[in-house]
């Protein structure tokens, strides 16, 4: 009976044992099989021109990705903005604008992180990043969107001479990433269409503008330019106080000679 007994028992922790190694070589064939994937931020990043920003890329699960081939491209025309493989990085395909501004950290590496920092960013980074590993478990991609942003100089307001009945007001400003929105406020607060507009980027790539308004006697009060940067919500504005008086009887010569004492008097 002891025996039997014995005998059943040794049989059941077999079994038991079996299960247990068939289980564990399910889990490793498992991981064996599975595939490289990245994981982005979810949401655009936003940043402001001359920050230093860092686009966020990291194995799932978190794995040593020193073995591993990592590339980071632009979506638009696929070309390198930074290259790691065989245990180094590789500048030879970089491109030329991102030379000396980009660095993959080699400890993240060891984490799985393959976060990339860019130095110093300039309105030309703006668009969409391609985060790319390569290893023996296979391939994996994963995209980043960077929106680059910068706030401009306060709207200078000026009077600049007679037109159509009435007095021409420019509103200048500079230094803005992306281009922005421009509104001309009347005393009332209204909202008032530019006869003319020119925007322009400087050698940095910002945004230049010149809004123009033929203002008339009807507008007696502060005249206000408004321009907003719609990407961070935020903007500049600056007024200017205009008399009905002023446009009474007006004469291009008055007005020219008026327009001439209040610049000086500004």
Same mark, same amino acid.
């Given at each position: 009976?002891?025996?039997?007994?014995?005998?059943?028992?040794?049989?059941?922790?077999?079994?038991?044992?079996?299960?247990?190694?068939?289980?564990? *070589?399910?889990?490793?064939?498992?991981?064996?099989?599975?595939?490289? %994937?990245?994981?982005?931020?979810?949401?655009?990043?936003?940043? *402001?021109?001359?920050?230093? &920003?860092?686009?966020?890329?990291?194995?799932?699960? =978190?794995?040593?990705?020193?073995?591993?081939?990592?590339?980071?491209? $632009?979506?638009?025309?696929? %070309?390198?903005?930074?290259?790691?493989?065989?245990?180094?990085?590789?500048?030879?395909?970089?491109? $030329?604008?991102?030379?000396? $501004?980009?660095?993959?950290?080699?400890?993240?590496?060891?984490?799985?992180?393959?976060?990339?920092?860019?130095?110093?960013?300039?309105?030309?980074?703006?668009? *969409?990043? /391609?985060?790319?590993?390569?290893?023996?478990?296979?391939?994996?991609?994963?995209?980043?969107?960077?929106?680059?942003?910068?706030?401009?100089?306060?709207?200078?307001?000026?009077?600049?001479?007679?037109?159509?009945?009435? &007095?021409?007001?420019?509103?200048?400003?500079?230094?803005?990433?992306?281009?922005?929105? /421009?509104?001309?406020?009347?005393?009332?607060?209204?909202?008032?269409?530019?006869?003319?507009?020119?925007?322009?980027?400087?050698? $940095?790539?910002?945004?230049? &503008?010149?809004?123009?308004?033929?203002?008339?006697?009807?507008?007696?009060?502060?005249?206000?330019?408004?321009?907003?940067?719609?990407?961070?919500?935020?903007? %500049?504005?600056? =007024?200017?106080?205009?008399?009905?008086?002023?446009?009474?009887?007006?004469?291009?010569?008055?007005?020219?000679?008026?327009?001439?004492? /209040?610049?000086?008097?500004?």
């Amino acid at each position: 009976m002891q025996f039997l007994l014995g005998s059943g028992y040794s049989s059941l922790a077999n079994h038991l044992w079996g299960v247990l190694c068939y289980l564990v *070589t399910l889990h490793v064939l498992h991981l064996g099989s599975a595939q490289l %994937k990245v994981v982005g931020p979810g949401q655009p990043l936003t940043a *402001t021109v001359g920050q230093d &920003i860092v686009l966020p890329c990291q194995l799932s699960p =978190s794995l040593n990705a020193q073995s591993m081939a990592v590339r980071w491209i $632009r979506h638009h025309n696929s %070309k390198t903005v930074h290259h790691y493989r065989d245990g180094e990085d590789q500048f030879a395909e970089q491109m $030329r604008e991102y030379q000396g $501004r980009t660095e993959l950290s080699h400890d993240g590496l060891k984490r799985g992180s393959l976060d990339l920092q860019i130095a110093s960013v300039r309105p030309s980074d703006d668009g *969409t990043y /391609v985060c790319t590993v390569e290893g023996a478990a296979g391939y994996a991609e994963a995209t980043v969107e960077l929106q680059v942003a910068a706030i401009g100089s306060s709207p200078l307001v000026s009077l600049e001479g007679y037109q159509g009945g009435g &007095i021409q007001v420019v509103c200048r400003s500079s230094g803005w990433f992306p281009e922005p929105e /421009v509104l001309w406020k009347d005393p009332q607060g209204q909202h008032l269409l530019s006869v003319s507009q020119r925007h322009s980027h400087n050698e $940095r790539g910002l945004f230049e &503008i010149e809004h123009s308004l033929s203002v008339t006697g009807e507008a007696d009060g502060n005249l206000s330019c408004v321009v907003r940067n719609s990407r961070l919500g935020q903007e %500049k504005e600056s =007024s200017l106080h205009i008399s009905a008086p002023f446009f009474h009887d007006a004469h291009p010569w008055k007005v020219a000679l008026a327009v001439m004492l /209040v610049a000086l008097l500004v």
